[in-house]
T-cell receptor, first 115, second 111 residues
């Protein structure tokens, strides 16, 4: 069964450093998403991406964040200068459409710890 | 602010019983609703989704949607200890179908 994959599974970084989180969505999916979950809190939407551009972003997704689809398979989230409060689990998700009846499938997540 | 509300629990039920999980949402524009299960430290795993008023059954799971009351529920029949997890309710909407999650309800099924 196709699945979303994410690398790395864990990332430890120093405050102020740049990190890139990688995702390989399900191959025939067209819509891609990043969510994050701070420990003990709810899953929060960060950004959606379609047709090689951002289609929607949340207030959390400020200028420190960027997304890219550098090739036909990878989807990346870059945090330029990490802060302590960026420590969270980051989930990538993909879906085949956005009509409201398509399921978003989540990857296993990357646990980011900023020291 | 578009929100999804859930009781954080824990909800404790004996093995074999019916577990009832509830969720309310604030955005009447939400089109469909998803129930995900999340084990500690893991990613959300889809259980089922619903977009029409009424009931939808899938095996031991039944989702119920009442758009007038802005209320979604999930029933788990014949609960098993392996069902013990946090159950996340999410509302999808907008042009990109982004998901707005509730805080989740922790379910504990006692053997």
């Amino acid at each position: 069964e196709p699945e979303v994959t994410q690398t790395p599974s864990h990332q430890v970084t120093q405050m102020g450093q740049e990190v890139i989180l990688r995702c390989v969505p399900i191959s025939n999916h067209l819509y891609f998403y990043w969510y994050r979950q701070i420990l003990g809190q709810k899953v929060e939407f960060l950004v959606s991406f379609y047709n090689n551009e951002i289609s929607e972003k949340s207030e959390i997704f400020d200028d420190q964040f960027s997304v890219e689809r550098p090739d036909g398979s990878n989807f990346t989230l870059k945090i330029r200068s990490t802060k302590l409060e960026d420590s969270a689990m980051y989930f990538c998700a993909s879906s085949s459409g956005a009509s409201g009846q398509e399921t978003q499938y989540f990857g296993p997540g990357t646990r980011l710890l900023v020291l | 602010q578009k929100e999804v509300e859930q009781n954080s629990g824990p909800l404790s039920v004996p093995e074999g019983a019916i577990a009832s999980l509830n969720c309310t949402y604030s955005d009447r524009g939400s089109q469909s609703f998803f129930w995900y299960r999340q084990y500690s430290g893991k990613s959300p795993e889809l259980i089922m989704f619903i977009y029409s008023n009424g009931d939808k059954e899938d095996g031991r799971f039944t989702a119920q949607l009442n758009k007038a009351s802005q209320y979604v529920s999930l029933l788990i029949r014949d609960s098993q200890p392996s069902d013990s997890a946090t159950y996340l309710c999410a509302a999808a909407g907008g042009a990109t179908n982004k998901l707005i999650f509730g805080t989740g309800t922790l379910l504990a099924v006692q053997p």
